[in-house]
């Protein structure tokens, strides 16, 4: 060890060196030194913003908008988050006192957390699940206990399974429709068994909700439908609804969305919110604001192209010698299973981005359910999602 690092060891604190490297970053750092590499790693929408979203900012800046807001955000913002719960979702939250806007989902799902769970606390997440979720409950102290997803029934919630993970330290429960990485949607009568195993167990419910808009139903499911758990009964006051704006608007650099809550959790938030950020950008609550407002016609035009993505994603992959997978119906990630390939999913995933250069995701990033898939973000055009999968063909047939 040299002088400098006996000087600088142990200055990081035991809370940040807990946090590991997920392997979206993995591949996303290693794929920066391939000039061509085609992008299906990242579950990014490759849509601009809408234009009059942009021109709200705009005029906001240019009419001198740029002074702090509410700790909780603006309060028409908030008005207008309370409008379109109470029209989409069926729950009405009061604007004044059950809403927050955050910086993006993740930002709601960190403060969920530090409102709701203490240190020691024990947190049931999906698996597989997004990996930051195991981050942000060992961020703030909190034990994060995988509850397996069953993949015989297309990921869903197994009461069974999640009553052997309870022990008097559970606090809360967290969940994801539609889903990633498996873009499966969960059933309301799947949602009525969480809500379930949530009241017996006293546990609040923290439901992250940013794929909602991205539905596909089809002859094959025609009564496919996005439900808040929030909506069923006696689950308002024990779940905190996550969402966001940058998925359903392209707005994933504005670092804008919400959490809505009963009022004693609302308020927890805001004080946690107001020592962590003040406020969240006064610019990008404008913009949100014109999302929400504006126009929608850019969300059914975007779904529409990620059903034809989707479509070839699933065909060509089917195709690939080793790889399965099934027709997701909700966000825009297919899973295949890549088992009979023969190598694990991290393996896999390299071998692609050094031979095909095309960047993928290994499964094993989202849980031990997760290996032996790998997961493919159709956030991309036609043109590249199709070179992409012919290059990931020739190294593999």
Not at 288 to 315: C, F, H, W
């Amino acid at each position: 060890m040299t002088v400098s690092e006996i000087k600088t060891s142990g200055l990081a604190s035991k809370r940040s060196e807990k946090l590991g490297v997920s392997g979206i970053r993995l591949i996303f750092e290693n794929a920066q030194r391939i000039p061509d590499v085609i992008r299906l790693e990242f579950g990014e929408p490759d849509f601009d913003t809408p234009q009059n979203i942009k021109d709200a900012a705009i005029r906001a800046i240019l009419a001198g908008k740029t002074k702090y807001t509410s700790s909780a955000g603006m309060p028409e913002l908030r008005n207008a988050i309370s409008k379109k719960l109470e029209q989409e979702n069926r729950i009405f939250y009061d604007p004044a006192k059950e809403i927050i806007v955050s910086a993006g989902a993740t930002s709601g799902i960190n403060l969920s957390l530090l409102a709701t769970v203490d240190e020691g606390d024990e947190v049931l997440v999906p698996n597989p699940g997004w990996a930051t979720y195991v981050y942000a409950v060992t961020l703030v102290g909190a034990r994060p206990v995988l509850y397996n997803l069953d993949p015989a029934s297309g990921y869903s919630f197994r009461r069974e399974i999640a009553e052997t993970l309870v022990t008097k330290r559970t606090k809360a429960i967290l969940i994801n429709t539609p889903s990633n990485p498996m873009g499966t949607v969960c059933s309301k009568e799947n949602l009525q068994e969480i809500a379930e195993f949530a009241q017996d167990h006293n546990l609040m419910v923290l439901s992250d909700e940013v794929y909602e808009k991205f539905l596909y139903a089809d002859s094959r499911n025609s009564d496919l439908r996005h439900t808040s758990i929030a909506n069923l009964p006696e689950m308002k006051d024990r779940t905190l609804t996550i969402n966001s704006f940058s998925k359903t608007y392209a707005m994933t650099g504005w670092r804008i969305g919400y959490v809505a809550a009963n009022e004693q959790i609302v308020q927890a938030l805001i004080k946690i919110l107001t020592a962590a950020n003040s406020c969240i950008s006064t610019i990008s609550q404008f913009a949100a604001l014109e999302a929400l407002n504006g126009p929608q016609d850019s969300i059914k035009q975007m779904i529409e192209t990620y059903r034809k993505r989707r479509d070839l994603t699933v065909s060509r992959l089917n195709e690939i010698q080793g790889f399965s997978c099934p027709m997701p119906t909700g966000a825009f990630y297919a899973f295949p299973d890549i088992s009979r390939t023969g190598l694990n999913s991290f393996d896999l995933a390299m071998k692609i981005l050094d031979q095909a250069h095309v960047a993928t995701v290994p499964g094993s990033a989202f849980g031990s359910l997760g290996e032996n898939h790998l997961r493919i973000a159709y956030a991309n055009s036609l043109e590249n999602i199709g070179l992409g999968l012919d290059k990931i063909s020739k190294i593999m047939n």
